[in-house]
């Protein structure tokens, strides 16, 4: 008899979100399963009126989703929503769902409900709401060769720069964010050391060509083709400068225990219009949206995020982590409890 529950975790095509799922998975302490879940178009209608279905995911996606059922599922984001709803009622109603994010429906409908200050998802008593988003922070191992000459090369402090891309309601302000860079490059060079700078996936290659020419001439690195890898830089670095849209890896940085300062982006024209408001931090943000205004807020009371000018190190108590994989398990012990 297995002792401990069968656990899936549904995993979509969004890096942080599914770095958030498997840090969780793997901080339970017990196997689990991935399901690789990829959507049609069907994905656009909200999950109130999708209800309990797997319409819309792809024919590749269905043909994983077969018994044994589990007794514990694990989730994230308005998209899952429909087919963790859609599992339970296959397993007659017998396992538990845990959704990590905005459901887009009433809390109600799941066990536990695990989010940050982004989302508007109203309180209860199955509500978790996290200090910071999870992190799944990695541990970069010895670096090779290349990569410690690499950085052996470029004097200390290093400070890293990391780069996210432009989301739905906010985007990269040419003023806004070159004055960022040339804060945190006179900032390196006040210290006589070099700042690092490094894209993701979703940086747009104009941004990228930007920082280029700004470090060009100059002893400052742009980290291009993935190395040193990135775990490795954020392990490497003295201070880190991370972009206000991408909480997956500001919540990374913070976990570090170094000086954090949060590079502002701007909100679009669509944000003004859905969102409401401007960049400024503040209340009576419109109801029933993800807003990044709140996070940033969240983390600069909590003061875990400074600025580029003055980054702080947050005291982290407990980290969200932690706090959501203690949540799960006493969940799970109350079900044997019950049983």
């Known amino acids: 008899m297995n002792p401990f529950p069968r656990t899936w975790a549904l995993i979509g095509d969004k890096t942080g979100d599914n770095n958030q799922l498997l840090a969780l998975a793997e901080a339970l302490g017990w196997p689990f399963e991935t399901r690789s879940m990829r959507y049609n178009l069907l994905r656009s209608i909200p999950p109130r009126n999708l209800g309990s ?35 339970r009622d296959q397993n007659k109603g017998r396992t538990k769902l845990v959704l990590v994010g905005h459901p887009r429906v009433e809390p109600e409908l799941f066990d536990l409900v695990i989010s940050t200050s982004q989302y508007p998802v109203p309180p209860r008593s199955n509500v978790l ?16 060769e290349a990569e410690r000459a690499w950085l052996a090369t470029l004097p200390r402090p290093h400070l890293l720069f ?3 891309g432009p989301t739905k309601y906010w985007e990269f302000e040419e003023h806004g964010f070159g004055e960022a860079l040339r804060q945190a490059i006179a900032r390196a060079e006040c210290k006589g050391g070099t ?4 894209g993701s996936r979703r940086t747009p290659a104009e941004v990228i060509g930007a920082v280029a020419d700004a470090l060009a001439g100059t002893h400052h690195r742009l980290v ?21 849209d991408s909480v997956s890896m500001l919540s990374e940085a913070i976990q570090t225990g170094k000086p954090i300062g949060m590079v502002p982006i701007k909100m679009s ?9 401007s960049n400024a931090l503040g209340h ?8 990044l205004r709140r996070m940033w807020e969240q983390l600069t009371c909590d003061g875990l995020v400074g ?15 932690e706090m959501a994989a203690s949540a799960v398990r006493r969940m799970m012990i109350d079900v044997d409890n019950d049983a």
Not at 307 to 321: E, H, L
């Open 284 to 291: 009576g943000w419109g109801y029933g949206r993800r807003d």
């Open 224 to 244: 291009e083709g993935g190395m040193p890898r990135f775990p490795l830089l954020m392990a490497d670095a003295d201070e880190i400068f991370v972009t206000g």
């Open 195 to 198: 700042l690092i700078a490094v």
């Open 162 to 164: 990391a780069i996210g």
């Open 269 to 277: 024209r669509a944000g003004e219009k859905v969102l409401g408001g």
């Open 129 to 144: 709401m996290l200090p910071m988003a999870m992190s799944r922070l990695q541990d970069p191992g010895v670096p090779t």
């Open 307 to 321: 600025t580029v000018a003055q980054p702080c190190a947050g005291n982290i108590a407990r980290d969200s982590v």
């Open 53 to 87: 279905t797997t319409v819309s995911l792809t024919r590749a996606s269905r043909s994983q989703l077969s018994p044994p059922w589990p007794d514990l599922l694990l989730a994230i984001g308005r998209r899952s929503t429909p087919v963790a709803r859609w599992i």
